[in-house]
């Protein structure tokens, strides 16, 4: 049983690079979002897919990110001109809508510093 | 921003003793969620109690929810060293599309 993956793990990275992360969900999820995690807090929603569609984005989610997910499997996550704010840790998760109990099954993250 | 708000946010106890943590939500919801976080890892699913469920048992852990104080405990039972973690609710509200809204979280240490 493959649980979600995420690569990198970590990542450190200089000001007004460009980075870019990858999540594989479960295999037969439809759904797929994404979250990021700073210190001490509680991960906050960034946006989701079902399927290839993005349905929702975040407020947090400025022009300098955009989310991908092709053909409707993996999903990509580009940060553009990075800024030392967006060091986090970036969360992936996905589930099986449509289900009466909708669970949402998280990967091991990647961390991100922006020196 | 978020929605829920754990309590406390740190508790420390001896193994064997029974730890309980408590979250709260503004918006109607759909569903609530646990999930623990070792320090720097991914987050694990715990348990998944439905807006119109009262109390649900997994194992060690025992969740209530009370929707008309919007509100949720967690109770660990017997507990371990190993269960030293971050616990955070997450909730699923009826108007999200089923992004969840964390809290900030309860740090718990259970000394040996």
């Known amino acids: 049983d493959t649980g979600v993956s995420q690569n990198p793990r970590h990542k450190i990275t200089k000001r007004g690079q460009n980075v870019t992360f990858r999540c594989d969900p479960i295999?037969?999820?439809?759904?797929l979002y994404w979250y990021r995690q700073t210190l001490g807090q509680g991960p906050e929603f960034l946006t989701y897919f079902q399927n290839e569609a993005q349905l929702e984005k975040s407020r947090l989610l400025s022009d300098r990110f955009s989310a991908e997910r092709p053909k409707g499997s993996f999903s990509t996550l580009e940060i553009q001109r990075t800024e030392q704010g967006d060091s986090a840790m970036y969360l992936c998760?996905?589930?099986?809508?449509?289900?009466?109990?909708?669970?949402?099954?998280f990967g091991p993250g990647t961390r991100l510093l922006v020196l | 921003s978020q929605q829920g708000e754990e309590d406390p946010q740190a508790l420390s106890i001896q193994e064997g003793e029974n730890a309980t943590m408590n979250c709260s939500y503004k918006?109607?919801?759909?569903?609530l969620q646990w999930y623990r976080q070792n320090s720097g890892r991914g987050l694990v699913h715990l348990i998944l109690?439905?807006?119109?469920?009262r109390e649900k048992h997994s194992g060690r852990l025992r969740v209530t929810l009370d929707t008309s104080k919007k509100s949720s405990s967690l109770l660990i039972t017997a507990s371990r060293a190993a269960d030293t973690a971050s616990y955070f609710c997450?909730?699923?509200?009826?108007?999200?599309?089923?992004?969840?809204?964390f809290g900030e979280g309860t740090q718990l240490t259970v000394n040996p």
């Open positions: 997450a909730t699923d509200a009826r108007t999200s599309g089923s992004r969840l809204t």
């Open positions: 295999s037969e999820h439809n759904r």
């Open positions: 918006t109607s919801i759909n569903n």
């Open positions: 109690i439905r807006s119109n469920e």
């Open positions: 998760a996905s589930s099986l809508w449509g289900q009466t109990q909708e669970t949402q099954y």
